[in-house]
């Protein structure tokens, strides 16, 4: 069907305000940079410092455990060498006590009972001298277990200084890239509503074309007939206008934005179920499908659009008289980024 359109004139959208808008992306992709690269940077440091605090956390308990050990062993040590002291100072006693005997005895069997008890005390002198050099061994391992303990003590302390000092930059980065994103999308939104402004005004002032937040709506009546997916003549007038106000955008926005234009394909409640679609959500998809489609053919690049169908479960008006059902029959159009 032979079909006669008549292409507007480019429009001229802000030269000014688009360049301010490209130093701005400058610098918020640069900030997003820089945090990403603190954020791998710190996830890495944070990931050394993991390992290093488990394999140090288990080191301190395999010394502490040692450790008691050994103090068990000291303390064991120590009750067997005051044995052994008072068993000496025993056979001390006997063995004086019987060297007095032996003047009164001869040198029978009073000489025989001296040899025994002298043997029996250089034996217990032999064992006494092991005794207190186990216990000095144990001393010294002791006191280098301590040092360690100390060692791992004074490493972890280091290790959460660390981490806390990279938690607090990485929160401070984020809180200034915050700050940063959070006033482009405001310049961004003020930038989305003003283009949107001016496509109303090109597509002509009409009640079933609006803007709602940051969204361009039109009915659905204005590209499709009832139950179907194919453009209408208006259909393909209104997209002609669409995409040479698109062409004019995307040689206007700077190549750091990466935006596109999301068709969002939306039905009223009333169910349909033809050979063609089952459901309004087939409907809805295919309509915003072939909305891209066609302003893929007028030279929209296609990675530049995408489109979406949410059926009837998103409406805007909540009713269910003809006024409600008729707006949320709708093709919305969104500026964003990907």
């Given at each position: 069907m032979a079909r006669s359109r008549r292409r507007p004139s480019a429009i001229d959208y802000w030269p000014g305000f688009v360049d301010a808008l490209s130093t701005l992306l400058l610098t918020v992709t640069f900030l997003m940079v820089l945090f990403m690269v603190a954020q791998y940077f710190a996830a890495q440091e944070s990931s050394g410092k993991d390992t290093l605090l488990m394999r140090l956390q288990k080191q301190i308990a395999q010394l502490a455990s040692q450790l008691s050990l050994e103090r068990s062993q000291k303390a064991n040590a120590l009750?067997?060498?005051?044995?052994?002291?008072?068993?000496?100072?025993?056979?001390?006693?006997?063995?004086?006590?019987?060297?007095?005997?032996?003047?009164?005895?001869?040198?029978?069997?009073?000489?025989?009972?001296?040899?025994?008890?002298?043997?029996?005390?250089?034996?217990?002198?032999?064992?006494?001298?092991?005794?207190?050099?186990?216990?000095?061994?144990?001393?010294?391992?002791?006191?280098?277990?301590?040092?360690?303990?100390?060692?791992?003590?004074?490493?972890?302390?280091?290790?959460?200084?660390?981490?806390?000092?990279?938690?607090?930059?990485?929160?401070?980065?984020?809180?200034?890239?915050?700050?940063?994103?959070?006033?482009?999308?405001?310049?961004?939104?003020?930038?989305?509503?003003?283009?949107?402004?001016?496509?109303?005004?090109?597509?002509?002032?009409?009640?079933?074309?609006?803007?709602?937040?940051?969204?361009?709506?039109f009915q659905s009546e204005i590209f499709f007939d009832s139950g179907s997916a194919d453009l209408t003549p208006e259909g393909y007038s209104q997209l002609d206008k669409l995409a040479v106000a698109l062409h004019d955008l995307e040689g206007r926005i700077p190549k750091e934005l990466n935006w596109v234009l999301r068709v969002d394909g939306h039905t009223d409640i009333r169910p349909i179920n033809t050979a063609t679609f089952r459901s309004n959500w087939e409907l809805s998809a295919s309509r915003a499908i072939s909305v891209a489609k066609y302003l893929i053919g007028k030279g929209v690049p296609p990675n530049r659009l995408a489109a979406a169908g949410f059926g009837e479960f998103q409406p805007i008006a909540p009713g269910n008289s003809d006024t409600d059902l008729r707006r949320n029959r709708r093709i919305e159009l969104k500026l964003t980024e990907r």
């Open positions: 009750d067997e060498a005051s044995s052994l002291r008072a068993t000496l100072a025993s056979a001390e006693a006997e063995r004086k006590r019987l060297a007095g005997l032996v003047g009164a005895e001869g040198a029978g069997s009073g000489e025989m009972r001296v040899s025994a008890l002298t043997k029996q005390l250089d034996e217990q002198r032999g064992i006494t001298a092991q005794a207190l050099a186990q216990i000095e061994l144990l001393n010294q391992q002791i006191v280098a277990l301590r040092k360690q303990l100390q060692a791992l003590e004074n490493s972890l302390g280091d290790s959460d200084k660390r981490d806390k000092q990279a938690q607090a930059q990485i929160a401070d980065l984020g809180q200034r890239l915050n700050v940063a994103l959070a006033k482009r999308v405001q310049e961004l939104a003020q930038y989305r509503s003003n283009f949107f402004g001016e496509l109303k005004k090109t597509l002509g002032d009409r009640d079933d074309i609006q803007i709602v937040g940051d969204r361009f709506v």
